[in-house]
């Protein structure tokens, strides 16, 4: 991906803050801040960085990512209450496509969950379908399952890169979620 393309990727910085408190927002936020993580977590990853596994029963940064694209995905279709279809294998996606795909999901996840009401949430459910099996869960399975799952993940992620010798950019400030060029 060229600078050009690089800088229409959301999270380069987090979206300025919100008018309210409300719940919704409160939730896009946590999103926005997922999201600028990830956006530089993953910047310029090179292939020794990708394949890098602390262990041989480890998954690698790159399967990583491409977790990273699944949790996405399932916070995207609890933000829209949709249906999530297992099993999914997204192991053939490339570094720049899940890299890119995982960004533009969370934006559109954080850009549903915004001013919505609690009453609006409660009606949010974590959908999964197996085969002709369906369950469903609340939101607040979706909290302490994928978001707090990926936000974990990125923090792998980070500390792959360092271990390989390429930390993260100086300038990241993942408080106040601006990035010093």
Do not use: C
Request: no cysteine.
């Amino acid at each position: 991906m060229n600078a050009q393309d690089e800088s229409k990727l959301p999270y380069h910085q987090i979206p300025d803050s919100y008018e309210s408190y409300s719940p919704g927002n409160i939730m896009a936020r946590m999103i926005d801040g997922l999201g600028y993580r990830f956006y530089w977590a993953t910047e310029n990853l090179s292939d020794k960085d990708l394949q890098y596994r602390p262990t041989s029963e480890a998954s690698s940064s790159m399967e990583t990512i491409q977790h990273l694209y699944g949790l996405a995905k399932t916070i995207h279709n609890l933000s829209s209450n949709e249906m999530n279809i297992r099993p999914v294998d997204y192991s053939t996606m490339t570094y720049k496509e899940a890299r890119e795909k995982t960004l533009l999901l969370l934006e559109k996840a954080s850009k549903n969950f915004q001013n919505k009401s609690a009453e609006d949430l409660e009606k949010l459910e974590v959908k999964f379908q197996r085969g002709e099996r369906t369950n469903s869960f609340p939101l607040w399975n979706g909290i302490n399952g994928p978001i707090t799952d990926a936000i974990y993940h990125v923090g792998q992620i980070v500390s792959f890169r360092r271990t390989t010798g390429n930390p993260l950019h100086p300038g990241v400030s993942v408080f106040s979620g601006k990035t010093k060029e």
